[in-house]
T-cell receptor, first 113, second 113 residues
Framework: DTAVSQTPKYLVTQMGNDKSIKCEQN?????MYWYKQDSKKFLKIMFS???????INETVPNRFSPKSPDKAHLNLHINSLELGDSAVYFC????????????FGPGTRLTVL | GESVGLHLPTLSVQEGDNSIINCAYS??????FIWYKQESGKGPQFIID?????DKRQGQRVTVLLNKTVKHLSLQIAATQPGDSAVYFC????????????FGKGTLLTVNP
C-alpha cells in the first residue's frame, strides 16, 4: 500500500506555463510538507500544513501556491514556470512535528524547458 | 541559511566493511537530529534519530553518535551491504521549531561487491 503518493512522477513543460503537483497520504497524518531538491541533491523545505493550516512558508516565490483541501491532501500549484523551477519536488507527511518521522513520497521530477 | 553540512560528499567502501558518514551542524539551538537514506529515484527514508540529551543511539546495523561539544553527528553502518548504497542526509530540528527540518548536503555511499 502506498503511504505518500504524488502525481505526476515526471512533468515536462515550457517556461511560462502553470502546472500542479498532487500529493495524497493514507497514513492518517495531520501534517504535510513540500520539499524541493535541486540538481545537487540539496533538499529544502518549502511549505508545511498542519490540519489544513499553513505553518511553514519558507522564502518561496509567490508563484508557488500550496493548497490543502483536507488533511490527506496537499497540492502544489506553480504559476509562470521558470527554468530555475526545474527540480524534484517531494511531498512528506508526519503525525505532529518534532520527534515524529516524516514519510516522503517518491518525488515529482519537474523539467522546465 | 544552511547550518548543516557534511565532511565528505562521497564515500566508497567494500561490502562487509563498516561505513562512517559525518555531518557538522552550526546551530547550537538544534536539539533533534535525524539521518535519512535516499536511494536513486526514491524519496528520503528515515533511518534513525537522536535527541540532544543523548550521545549515542543504536538501531539495526546503524549507530548515530552526537558530539555536541564540536557540533558533530555521525552515522555508522556495520557490515555495509550493496543495498546500503544511497545518498545519506543528516537533518536537524531547532528547538522551538516543531516542524521544520533543515537538511545537510548529503553523502553518496557506494558499496563495492
Amino acid at each position: 500500500d502506498t503511504a505518500v503518493s504524488q502525481t505526476p512522477k515526471y512533468l515536462v513543460t515550457q517556461m511560462g506555463n502553470d502546472k500542479s503537483i498532487k500529493c495524497e497520504q493514507n497514513l492518517g497524518h495531520d501534517t504535510m510538507y513540500w520539499y524541493k531538491q535541486d540538481s545537487k541533491k540539496f533538499l529544502k523545505i518549502m511549505f508545511s500544513y498542519n490540519n489544513k493550516e499553513l505553518i511553514i512558508n519558507e522564502t518561496v516565490p509567490n508563484r508557488f501556491s500550496p493548497k490543502s483541501p483536507d488533511k490527506a491532501h496537499l497540492n502544489l500549484h506553480i504559476n509562470s514556470l521558470e527554468l530555475g523551477d526545474s527540480a524534484v519536488y517531494f511531498c512528506a507527511s508526519s503525525q505532529g512535528g518534532r520527534g515524529n518521522e516524516q514519510f516522503f513520497g517518491p518525488g515529482t521530477r519537474l523539467t522546465v524547458l | 541559511g544552511e547550518s548543516v553540512g557534511l565532511h565528505l560528499p562521497t564515500l566508497s567502501v567494500q561490502e562487509g566493511d563498516n561505513s562512517i558518514i559525518n555531518c557538522a551542524y552550526s546551530n547550537s539551538a538544534s536539539d533533534y537530529f535525524i539521518w535519512y537514506k535516499q536511494e536513486s529515484g526514491k524519496g528520503p527514508q528515515f533511518i534513525i534519530d537522536i535527541r540532544s540529551n543523548m550521545d549515542k543511539r543504536q538501531g539495526q546495523r546503524v549507530t548515530v553518535l552526537l558530539n555536541k561539544t564540536v557540533k558533530h553527528l555521525s552515522l555508522q553502518i556495520a557490515a555495509t551491504q550493496p543495498g546500503d548504497s544511497a545518498v545519506y542526509f543528516c537533518a536537524e530540528n531547532m528547538m522551538g521549531s516543531n516542524y521544520k527540518l533543515t537538511f545537510g548536503k548529503g553523502t553518496l555511499l557506494t558499496v563495492n561487491p
